[in-house]
């Protein structure tokens, strides 16, 4: 009978140890899979889960994990941590690759498009200084050496008008001396003791150039006076590269960039609109106001035909070369297109607002 005692009690310790060490294998178990799928994969815990017990909840207060890198808390904060940096790291790669945002895709591909249409413009045209310009939204189009100082030429007398408006005014009587038509390069046909409002004599300065009116117009107010008050707006403007040595352009001094020209541009269209209305008409007729006679003159400007031409000026010298400054309608912009020292400068802007159609303005 005592035997008999002895086996059952030898029984229920056996089975006590068997209990204990399956749980010791259990835990061990547990806590090796999470922690080795931990390091290699994400394991999402979902609190949702009738399964899932708080480790927060069922933690005692003496934690039974002597190193807390493998408590469950531990596991699950690191878990979140590592799922958090892959799918910033993920996000971060879809928007670089452009699949989540559409609009940066076809930006990306815009610009693109932009750069290969310029590299080819580039190539055809007879000079590497040209500008588009956006006077709207104040974008660049389409932009080569827009900061290269180059001679203005005939350019210059776009500041002459200015100043000859602003200081003296459309309506002011101007005698034409013999200084003026002394000038080389002549163009109006104008004759010594001619007198002609300013206004005429811009038309003739927009329509077939002039360096007789220009310098008549500044030997009225005084040359010397006249070319300050030039330089001066020039520098108002910021043109910081730009400077005129006479009202017509003819020395070699005058210069400027198309960068600068932009500004006198801009300056123009909004403040002066009223020179682009004469310098794109294509026929004129102007009154001297003392012998009554009439001279006509019909502009030089190719452009003056397009219904899209909204002004502006050429320019030419034998150092300068072909310059030409224009303003168009373009898909309801208005946009500025400038050509230095070219061989065919007409030809160059045809060009030029040819690829527009095909840019994002």
Known sequence: ????????KMSKNTNFLSLFFTGVMVLITFFGYSASKTENEIVVLNENDPSFISPLKETPALSLYPDPIYEPSSILAFAKDTLDKKISTHLKDLEQ???LNPITAEKNKIEIKNENIKNSLLSVLSTDKVLAYNLNSNKSLFSSQEKNIWPTASLAKLMTAIIAVEK???????????EAIAI???????QAGEVFKIRDLLLSIFLVSS?????????????????????????????????FSDPAGLSAASISTASDLSKLAAYIIKERPELLYLSRQKEIEIKDQRFG????????????????FIGGKTGYTDIAQENLFSLFYVKNETILIIILGSKDRFGDTEKILDSLSLLNL
């Open 1 to 8: 009978m005592k035997k008999k005692k002895n086996q059952n």
């Open 97 to 99: 690759n452009s699949i």
């Open 168 to 178: 003296m005014g459309f309506e002011k009587e101007v005698k034409i001396t013999p």
């Open 184 to 190: 080389e390069n002549e163009a109006g046909n104008f």
């Open 211 to 243: 360096n007789d009116a220009a310098f008549a117009i500044a030997n009225e107010y005084g040359q010397e006076n006249f070319i300050a008050e030039m330089n001066k707006k020039a520098k108002e403007l910021e043109m910081s590269n730009t400077y």
């Open 293 to 308: 006679d009439i001279k006509k003159y019909e502009s030089i400007n190719k452009f003056s035909t397009r219904n899209d």
